[in-house]
């Protein structure tokens, strides 16, 4: 099994532990530069992360646009609009069947159940 190892400075949470007044010990969780203890779950850290994540996406959308417009070829020109058309919501259609064999065997059971108690009625 693994043993822990101390992070190290750069992957190691900044916070103070308030017990013993040095650095925390624990890995900071990616993305922020604490652990989860010291706040990196906090409603505050977390939309950061959202924040970013909106970003990025934005980011993402841009070169996506710019690779639909300016691809060399046709083929990522079109790679990149149906990318684009199926984060839109306009993805192709796609076709569900549920099969409701097992329900309707477990109605018919039940109806022939009421219809015998109302027969002994
Ligand atoms: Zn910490």
Redo the contacts with the bound molecule.
């Keep these: 099994m693994g043993s822990w190892t101390r992070p190290s400075s750069e992957d190691?949470?900044?916070?103070k532990?308030k017990q013993r007044g040095a650095?925390?010990?624990?890995y900071?969780t990616a993305g922020h530069g604490?652990?989860?203890?010291?706040?990196?779950e906090s409603p505050q850290a977390k939309s950061k992360v959202d924040r970013l994540f909106a970003l990025a996406a934005d980011m993402a959308l841009d070169v996506l646009v710019s690779e639909m417009e300016q691809a060399d070829n046709s083929a990522d020109r079109i790679r990149a609009a149906r990318a684009i058309l199926d984060r839109a919501g306009y993805g192709p259609l796609r076709r569900i069947e549920i099969t409701t064999d097992a329900l309707e065997k477990e109605l018919e059971k039940v109806n022939k159940e009421i219809a015998e108690m109302e027969l002994d009625l």
């Design positions: 190691r949470c900044t916070a532990s650095q925390c010990d624990r900071k604490v652990c989860y203890y010291h706040g990196a």
